[in-house]
C-alpha cells in the first residue's frame, strides 16, 4: 500500500515539472488500487482552498478560486482515502507521548501509514524520518 501526503498531492495538481514527472512515473509501476491518501491530507488542502478563495477580492479572483476548487473535488472523486479510525487514533496518541517534535497532521498522516503498514510518499523527509515504525520515502528525486 502507497499512501501519498499532501505535499505530493498537491505537487501532482501542478503543471508537470520534473518532480511530479518523476513521481507519477513512480506512481505508474503500481496498480491505482493500491495508491491512497488520507482524509487528514483532504482536510489540509480543503482548508488551503477555503482560505484561498476567502482572501479573494474580485468576483473574477472567485470565479477562477471556485473553478480550482471544483477541479479539487473531482479529483478527490477518483481518490482512495484513507481514514482517521480509532486504531489510527491510538497510533497517533502513541506518537505523541514520545514527544516527536513533528508536526499535529504529520504525525496523523503517519499515524495511519503505520495502523496500515504502508509507504509513506513525502518530500518530507526530515520531519517524516524522525517517527519510529513508519517506512518513507521520496519518490520526487
Known amino acids: 500500500m502507497i499512501i501519498l501526503d499532501t505535499d505530493c498531492l498537491s505537487l501532482l495538481d501542478r503543471e508537470r515539472d520534473l518532480e511530479s514527472s518523476q513521481l507519477r512515473i513512480s506512481l505508474s509501476q503500481f496498480d491505482p488500487g493500491e495508491i491512497f491518501t488520507t482524509i487528514i491530507s483532504f482536510e489540509e488542502q480543503m ?10 477580492r474580485s468576483l473574477d479572483d472567485q470565479v477562477f478560486a471556485y473553478g480550482r476548487l471544483h477541479k ?70
Open 47 to 56: 482548508r488551503g482552498w477555503l482560505s484561498y478563495i476567502a482572501r479573494c
Open 72 to 141: 479539487f473535488l473531482e479529483s478527490y472523486r477518483d481518490t482512495r482515502v484513507l481514514d482517521f479510525t480509532e486504531a489510527a487514533a491510538a497510533m497517533y496518541f502513541e506518537l505523541k507521548s514520545k514527544r516527536i517534535r513533528v508536526g499535529t497532521m504529520d504525525l496523523k498522516i503517519a499515524a495511519i501509514s503505520i495502523h496500515n503498514n504502508a509507504i509513506l510518499i513525502s518530500r518530507n523527509l526530515s520531519d517524516f524520518e524522525q517517527i519510529p515504525d513508519l517506512t518513507v520515502q521520496d519518490w520526487t528525486r
